[in-house]
């Protein structure tokens, strides 16, 4: 009898196994989803002002538009904003998320298989680019609100 179990015991011990590893696998999923959520709150909180102020800092570059001048503090605010928002991608959710793809597809159009930068993109793209800024920073600020709203 030393050494001896009955099937069912070991049928019954690989079915509980089998469970306790689904268990950890969702358990993990859901931290995952916490995790993101709450970076995001917190990541989102800090980074819209700065993106504001970016945002803010093109458009009046803009408005002292000249065609002569190789416009300096336009593309400085330019990339600055692109990286911004290179570096929120990953802390949005889906529908933020394409918004801030379309406006990054925009800052960098395609001519002929090369990126174009905006010393070549005219005065008018460059409105179009800060119509589709200030509607990024919108959605965040809405955002951030529904989230300032859920805490309560």
Known sequence: MDGYWPPTLGLAADIISLLGFALTIYIAGQTKQIKRHFFSKVRLREALPELKDEVEGYLASLSNWSEDARNEL????????????????????SIELSEINSTLNLMWT?????????AHMTL????ELADKMNAVVVI???KIKDLNWTDK
């Open 74 to 93: 336009t593309t400085q605010k330019f990339n600055s904003v692109r990286v911004m928002l290179l570096t929120l991608k990953g802390k949005v959710s």
């Open 110 to 118: 395609r001519k002929w298989f090369a990126k174009r930068k905006i």
């Open 124 to 127: 008018d793209e460059c409105w």
């Open 140 to 142: 965040l600020d809405q």
